[in-house]
């Protein structure tokens, strides 16, 4: 054998005794977290139960704590059973680092009923501003809340992803980093699979919805389950941003009134998390003005909420960003940009059908981006793809709102009678 073989041989099996030993630690370090209050399940999974929503409860989710979450005029059906609430801890690997091993967190819920074969909705969140606004913990997440009422409360395991950076994971935010964001997802997958099994349910038919940052996240975590040959029946997504260069280039170069002001707190999310998961150092000195740095690294480290960093940033992203670092985006002049080009979710040719939800007064996405996959998927032959209207009066708020309605029926045309009994 020649030395050169032998070197690599050696080198991927030290790199491989690397991987096992960290995944042996984080496996440690999970039991340990778990404690008493946690069930110890396969593959370094914990568990355990942290409460039930009532069918009462579920119904004023869809009632009156959705009218306080949004003025969306809208009704949706009232809840059929209860649910119950797990919170699941989990190995996962950051790809964008050489799959160094993390802990990361997320629910699953599961519906009261006597059926052992259920539907699972995945369903990945849109953006949060600080760790604990996330599926694990539900009563801050009026999303997931919503979800479970309308979709665990009519027969469907929920399940979702807090990502890498949010709930108990301590990494930095992973925020629109795609490797990890689809990793995290699908490892949350295999996990509420091994959580389910001790449950004694059966996952059934997969389906896959998102809102806002949630909606490019299942974009990427459905193109991962795609190439891996694991079946999705069907995904809807509620505000896509479809292309973040696009959305960024807009930002700075073509304000809307319709622009809200924690936009900018987005945009220090993705330049902080580019910076960290993609080694591009120097990122946030280089694009954010002097006068906002700190304020913008405290805000990413959640040293600081948004009410505190909002009464520091301007109103626009243009007034927030160096004017060179601006300029750049007219030509695609730095590796940001180009890794938002990188990270675009909807360029392929998709084998699951899909729906996209956008409103015509949305103050995040407009309905160009929100839309984009629906004809260039007719023009390569994918998948069908249906761009949904959610109406004259839908923001973002109730671009969501709309799409979670409207999606569950859909979902339910793509079960057929009695294969989940």
Same mark, same amino acid.
């Given at each position: ?218 974009? $990427?975590?459905?193109?991962?389950? #795609? ?6 029946? !069907? +995904? /809807?997504? *509620?505000?896509?941003?479809? @292309? ?124 160009? $981006?929100?839309?984009?996959?629906? #004809? ?6 994918? !998948? +069908? /793809?249906? *761009?949904?209207?959610?109406? @004259? ?29």
């Amino acid at each position: 054998m020649k030395k050169g073989n032998i070197r690599n041989r050696t080198i991927h099996i030290a790199w491989y005794s690397f991987i096992i030993a960290q995944f042996l630690i984080l496996g440690f370090f999970t039991e340990a977290l778990a404690g008493d209050s946690y069930k110890q399940v396969t593959g370094g999974v914990s568990y355990r139960h942290i409460g039930d929503y009532s069918v009462e409860r579920l119904n004023r989710i869809l009632t009156s704590e959705l009218s306080e979450f949004s003025s969306f005029k809208i009704k949706f059906p009232p809840a059929k059973n209860s649910v119950s609430l797990y919170k699941v801890v989990y190995n996962t690997v950051i790809p964008e680092k050489g799959n160094r091993p993390v802990i990361a967190s997320g629910l699953v819920a599961v519906p009261k009923t006597a059926l052992k074969k259920l539907p699972v909705v995945s369903y990945q969140h849109g953006t949060v501003f600080s760790r604990t606004e996330v599926p694990s913990n539900p009563e801050e997440s009026m999303e997931t809340r919503l979800l479970i009422a309308r979709c665990a409360g009519d027969g469907y395991i929920v399940i979702g992803a807090d990502y890498i950076g949010k709930g108990d994971s301590n990494e930095p935010d992973s925020y629109m980093v795609k490797d990890s964001t689809s990793q995290a997802c699908l490892d949350m997958l295999f996990a509420s699979r091994a959580v389910c099994s001790d449950l004694k349910i059966e996952q059934g038919e997969l389906f896959l919805s998102g809102w806002s940052q949630g909606a490019w996240s299942t974009m $990427v975590f459905r193109n991962k389950l #795609e190439s891996l040959g694991i079946p999705v029946k !069907a +995904s /809807a997504t *509620a505000s896509t941003p479809n @292309d973040l260069y696009v959305m960024m280039a807009r930002w700075i170069n073509n304000p809307s009134p319709l622009d809200v002001s924690w936009i900018v707190g987005t945009v220090t999310l993705l330049i902080n998390s580019y910076e960290n998961y993609y080694g591009l150092q120097g990122l946030s000195s280089a694009a954010i003005k002097t006068q906002y740095r700190q304020t913008a690294g405290d805000f990413y480290k959640n040293r600081i909420g948004w009410e505190e960093a909002s009464k520091v940033f301007p109103a626009t992203t243009k007034d927030f960003l160096d004017p060179d670092f601006a300029s750049a985006s007219s030509i695609v002049g730095n590796r940001f940009y180009k890794q938002l080009q990188d990270n675009q979710p909807y360029n392929w040719r998709y084998a699951t059908p899909s729906r996209y939800y956008y409103g015509k007064i949305d103050e995040v996405l407009p309905p160009y $981006v929100a839309t984009l996959p629906v #004809e260039y998927e007719k023009t390569i032959g994918g !998948a +069908s /793809a249906e *761009a949904v209207y959610a109406g @004259d009066d839908a923001n973002h708020r109730g671009t969501f709102i709309y799409g979670v309605l409207d999606q569950k029926d859909w979902f339910d045309t793509f079960i057929k009678k009695g294969t989940s009994d």
